[in-house]
């Protein structure tokens, strides 16, 4: 079972790994298609106006074309048919760069009637409508792909999810048998003891156990009521005596058939909590289990439980029963004993035994650590003297907690890799997207405003270009913790894609977001990053503001838009500055 749930996580894990490498592949293609317009933009600026600063970034702009597309036929290796479709995209773009160069060149001679009849000649729309179609046969085929292996991997985590949930009931049915087994081993040796019983108090002084029970302690138990049978027909005068034993082995025999029958009922509730355990999604519901269970295996008895947090290196509170309270902070792995020991550690005697720095001095109490492979998953506190009988409770209750643990965080981790961008943290495009789309129909439902903001690197490239993608890799890393910290925590910070970030500020409107923004800029302006022992120098951000309103889209595309248009206002008047959008006035 444990090697099936592996191999589903591989395969899901895989699947999500070529979605990501398909929007790779968009991403990078979109951005080659981009610089090869800002080259076009730029050419024709400099010819309508004739002023030469529209063409500065041109070569810069072809030269990032031609090497972002080639990065595209190369990451398309593994996709013969994808990767013909990019060879020939390259090779239309790189016709296109040359025939963008000719009336450029006539433009610098100052021939800029040749230029303009060059241009007009249509021969350059030709080749843009070859590359713009082909484009979007090559992105649209993609986009395919990458709904495919996404689908894929989602059927993968459901098959995952079905075959735990099918070990679960197997598991039970195991218990549920094996119960039944022991019950049926103890019941048969039981009949013939009491029908022996049952003959001798009727007279029948012959009547023998036969000692074959199966069973040691039912043996000997044979054997001692033999003996005893033996004794009373050969000595009729100490019947009483002989009386008296049989009560005491009797009454052995009802506190051992009362344990089995406690034990058996322990092991079905226990049944059913890991169950449950096994099915809560959040720790909220976690909590309520153990808040339900724990009291029910282990009445009279208050406590909490604590879990390993690992960022923090501290036991935090999941839940607690029985009317104690404990801190919201935890504490330290150090202040607990049985932590310390990788055993149990009871105090019966406070005046006399050591006691955990988590427990007030005069207490009585036991802690039970939960461990899994070594390693520590959290502590079990109990108030009060744990009783024999209680302890073999106790054991099987921490070994179900300990696995739905472990289970409980292997689920949380691997849903934070489906919504978190690995380099930065941030939330990725993805969940941004779904978020957005709540938030716009909360908003929708209460009339509350909403906000969003795009935002990028001011001139991002030339870390890449003088440091090296490493150095890009810090810069961005930097920059996503400097505004996950100035940003409130009902913000969504996202990273759009590139150097490019999000953030969705539910119930503020564009003016009074502005504020937040400018002390994001104005920290961010006062970076200086560092990669390794180099300075990378300063840098800054440009952004763009915008409110939703009823008239937009209900899927944010309208409101990524207005803010896409506010960020791209604030590059053209100098950057490193904040711009609301029109449709938000």
């Given amino acids: 079972m444990a090697g099936l749930l592996a191999d589903a996580s591989y395969q899901a894990s895989q699947s999500f790994q070529w979605a990501a490498h398909s929007a790779g592949i ?54 013969p048919l994808q990767h013909a479709r990019a060879q020939e995209i390259a090779l239309l773009m790189k016709e296109r760069s040359v025939f963008l160069l000719q009336p450029l060149d006539l433009a610098r001679h100052g021939n800029f009637p040749g230029a303009v009849a060059v241009i007009t000649s249509g021969r350059g729309r030709e080749l843009m409508d070859a590359i713009s179609v082909r484009a979007k046969g090559f992105l649209d085929e993609e986009r395919a792909l990458q709904t495919t292996r996404q689908d894929a991997a989602v059927q993968r985590l459901h098959s995952g999810k079905r075959l735990a949930i099918l070990g679960a009931i197997a598991v039970g049915f195991v218990v549920i048998g094996s119960f039944a087994f022991l019950i049926r081993r103890i019941r048969r040796p039981l009949e013939t003891m009491m029908r022996a019983m049952t003959a001798l108090g009727s007279g029948e002084q012959e009547a023998r156990i036969d000692t074959a029970m199966g069973s040691r302690e039912f043996t000997r138990l044979a054997l001692g009521y033999n003996a005893m049978a033996d004794r009373l027909e050969g000595a009729v005068a100490d019947r009483g005596d002989s009386e008296r034993q049989l009560q005491i082995v009797n009454a052995e025999l009802e506190r051992n058939s009362k344990t089995l029958q406690e034990r058996g009922d322990v092991i079905e509730l226990l049944g059913g909590m ?115 009988e209680n302890r073999f409770r106790m054991s099987v209750l921490t070994e179900n907690i300990a696995s739905a643990l472990v289970n409980h965080r292997l689920q949380r981790s691997l849903r934070e890799q489906t919504i978190r961008d690995p380099l930065t943290g941030l939330f990725n495009r993805r969940y941004m997207e779904e978020a957005l789309k709540l938030e716009i129909a ?41 505004m996950r910290s100035r940003f409130r925590d009902g913000d969504v910070v996202c990273r759009f894609g590139g150097e490019e970030f999000t953030i969705i500020a539910p119930g503020t409107t564009a003016e009074a977001l502005a504020g937040r923004v400018e002390v994001v800029r104005q920290a961010v302006a006062e970076l200086n990053v560092r990669h390794g022992n180099r300075t990378l120098g300063s840098t800054s951000m440009s952004f763009g ?41």
């Fill in 274 to 388: 890991a169950h449950r355990m096994q099915a809560a999604r959040t720790d909220d519901e976690l909590a309520q289990i153990i808040r339900v269970f724990v009291p029910q295996v282990l009445p009279d008895i208050s406590g909490a439980l604590y879990a390993h947090n690992n960022s923090r290196n501290c036991l935090v509170p999941v839940a607690s029963w029985g009317g104690i309270t404990v801190p919201l902070d935890g504490f330290a792995p150090e202040r607990c004993w049985a932590l310390r020991r990788g055993q149990s550690h009871s105090v019966v005697d406070p005046g006399r035994e050591i006691i955990c720095a988590h427990v007030a001095e005069d207490e009585v109490y036991h802690c039970e650590p939960l461990l899994a492979g070594g390693e520590v998953i959290g502590v079990l506190y109990l108030r009060g003297r744990i009783e024999a």
């Fill in 442 to 482: 909360r908003a929708s439902r209460a009339g509350s405003p909403l906000s969003l903001v795009m935002c990028d690197i001011d001139h991002f490239k030339r870390f890449n270009d003088e440091f090296g993608h490493d150095a890009g890799d810090a810069v961005l890393q930097t920059v996503a913790a400097e």
């Fill in 26 to 79: 968009i991403e990078t293609t979109e951005a080659a298609l981009g610089d090869l317009r800002e080259a076009e933009s730029g050419q024709r600026g400099f010819i309508i106006t004739r002023n030469p600063a529209y063409a500065r970034s041109f070569a810069v702009r072809v030269t990032s074309a031609a090497r972002t597309i080639a990065r595209v036929v190369q990451q398309t290796d593994d996709n």
């Fill in 545 to 585: 503001i915008a409110t939703w309103s009823d008239v937009m889209d209900k899927d944010g595309a309208t409101l990524i838009q207005a803010a896409d248009m506010a960020l791209y206002q604030s590059k053209r008047e100098g950057r490193n500055r904040a711009t609301i959008s029109m449709l938000a006035a």
